[in-house]
């Protein structure tokens, strides 16, 4: 592709250089491999600087360069350089250009929020691919479409993967997508020039205030989804999906204009639901709304996954299937690893794998499986085992002890990913508000996670419930800057056996 073709609109300012019509072989940026004819992007990052990159990129064979800071361009360099303000929205806009604008090509499916954006763009994923539509996901477990797989580091790629991917899911005959956005990757501009069809908010908790400053902030990254990146979309029909009973979504409600919305709740006049039945195998809901009353059959547990459920049901909703067979798709929806995800065993227990990471998490899913519980006579005890992630919000450590202490029986207090803190420490703090009762009656401490896994089996008594929160698909502990090898649902299995 030649230079000016996806660098000829007005944000790309050229300002030094020689102005000539390269031919460009590939785009990058710090993260990613410098390739001969390449164009480099630098911007300052939030842990380094990429224009401290820009002589290496140049000895690799960059052809052309966009910088935030011109005094960092080697004078030696005779070739095209752009100036930005803002280098990641630019490489964004540019690597959508570059890769042929794949999303414009795809029913784009974009999923925010601090719960549960995983299993919704695999439930979308599941009915569309049911409706004749191949889809592609993107998300915090991996890439995939039909049996081609990619490794996954963040919940939302850098620009130059995530349209590389979506170029690989259109070449691959993919005609959706369903994907996770973070709210870190809508501050960073890395789905700049994203074209949207749908744009689903599940919910909004506390989560990452490491990274923003407060929940209104917070609230405000997740709010570009719609108010940009949404709102820009050349789509002709753009819509609009939100969880009416999370505050969040109410607000984010009250300012959306000029598309067609989506509510699903308890309360909600579009999608309102209200639960018949749950055991620990599913849940039967009743439903009612702008597409008439209906019921609705799944194969999971817990309130929050019927919340997932309506989300996706409302995607296909907009997509515009008929509610009935859209029903019917989600009948079979096997569910996802490490959301709830169930291990069997021959000891009469219900044990549980789950994401849970945030105390609003936590408490949801902890909330279903006691109304599950008390159906149950004698009643079974609920025994959770968790931990909070070293070098993350601190703040959330004593929310989730109390989470776990208000809604189990028996709490085991263990390592999750340390990180680079002391394990103890984090512990520590996630104990600092627990009453020194609740300590001696209720809490066990096991700072070896699978030892704390083994304890929690041994005090299990028949029909008991075993949740394993925090880690659910990850199959490593990260001890210091290290990946170690370590799934919660290997260690389960061998220890149930």
């Known amino acids: 592709m030649r230079l000016s073709e996806f660098l000829g609109n007005e944000s790309f300012q050229h300002v030094k250089g020689e102005k000539l019509d390269l031919q460009v072989t590939a785009i990058s940026d710090q993260s990613t491999h410098v390739q001969p004819g390449s164009v480099f992007f630098a911007y300052r990052g939030q842990t380094s600087d990429g224009h401290k990159y820009i002589e290496s990129a140049i000895q690799n064979g960059a052809v052309a360069l966009v910088v935030e800071n011109l005094q960092s361009v080697p004078d030696s360099f005779l070739g095209p350089v752009y100036q930005v303000k803002h280098g990641k929205k630019s490489l964004s806009l540019a690597a959508a250009m570059f890769y042929g604008r794949p999303s414009a090509k795809l029913f784009c499916v974009g999923v925010t929020g601090t719960n549960g954006k995983t299993t919704v763009t695999h439930m979308v994923e599941h009915i569309l691919n049911h409706r004749g539509s191949l889809t592609g996901v993107m998300g915090t477990i991996d890439h995939h479409v039909g049996s081609h797989r990619w490794s996954a580091q963040l919940t939302t790629p850098g620009p130059v993967e995530l349209y590389q991917?979506?170029?690989?899911?259109?070449?691959?005959?993919?005609?959706?997508?369903?994907?996770?956005?973070?709210?870190?990757?809508?501050?960073?501009?890395?789905?700049?020039?994203?074209?949207?069809?749908?744009?689903?908010?599940?919910?909004?908790?506390?989560?990452?205030?490491?990274?923003?400053?407060?929940?209104?902030?917070?609230?405000?990254?997740?709010?570009?989804?719609?108010?940009?990146?949404?709102?820009?979309?050349?789509?002709?029909?753009?819509?609009?999906?939100?969880?009416?009973d999370n505050v969040w979504c109410q607000k984010l409600r009250s300012t959306l204009e000029n598309v067609d919305v989506w509510t699903y709740g308890k309360d909600s006049d579009d999608i309102k639901y209200k639960i018949v039945e749950q055991t620990f195998e599913g849940s039967r809901v009743a439903l009612s709304g702008k597409m008439g009353t209906h019921e609705l059959q799944l194969s999971l547990p817990c309130e929050h996954n019927v919340q997932n459920a309506l989300a996706a049901f409302a995607v296909g909703l907009s997509a515009g299937y008929p509610a009935p067979t859209l029903l019917e798709d989600l009948i079979t929806y096997p569910g996802v690893k490490g959301r709830l995800e169930p291990i069997q065993n021959h000891r009469n227990l219900h044990v549980f794998v789950d994401y849970a990471h945030?105390?609003?998490?936590?408490?949801?899913?902890?909330?279903?499986?006691?109304?599950?519980?008390?159906?149950?006579?004698?009643?079974?005890?609920?025994?959770?085992?968790?931990?909070?992630?070293g070098d993350r919000d601190k703040g959330k450590r004593p929310l989730m002890a109390q989470a776990a202490l208000a809604f189990s029986d028996l709490v085991v207090v263990t390592s999750d990913n340390p990180r680079t803190e002391d394990p103890e420490k984090?512990?520590?703090?996630?104990?600092?508000?627990?009453?020194?009762?609740?300590?001696?009656?209720k809490v066990f401490v096991e700072v070896q996670r699978k030892e704390a896994l083994k304890l929690a089996i041994a005090m299990a008594k028949k029909d008991d419930v075993i949740l394993v929160a925090g880690k659910g698909h990850e199959e490593y502990q990260v001890l210091g800057h290290q990946k170690v090898s370590f799934s919660d649902q290997e260690i389960l299995r061998e220890l149930l056996k």
């Open 165 to 244: 991917r979506l170029k690989d899911f259109v070449s691959l005959g993919a005609k959706a997508v369903s994907m996770e956005i973070s709210s870190h990757a809508l501050i960073q501009g890395r789905v700049e020039g994203l074209q949207l069809d749908v744009a689903v908010m599940t919910n909004l908790t506390r989560d990452h205030l490491d990274f923003h400053n407060s929940m209104e902030d917070y609230f405000e990254a997740k709010k570009i989804l719609f108010a940009h990146v949404l709102k820009s979309s050349s789509k002709r029909r753009k819509s609009a999906i939100l969880n009416i």
């Open 358 to 389: 945030t105390d609003d998490a936590l408490k949801s899913v902890l909330q279903s499986l006691v109304a599950i519980k008390e159906q149950f006579q004698p009643k079974p005890r609920i025994i959770t085992v968790f931990g909070c992630g």
């Open 426 to 441: 984090i512990i520590s703090d996630i104990l600092s508000e627990t009453s020194e009762h609740e300590k001696k009656t």
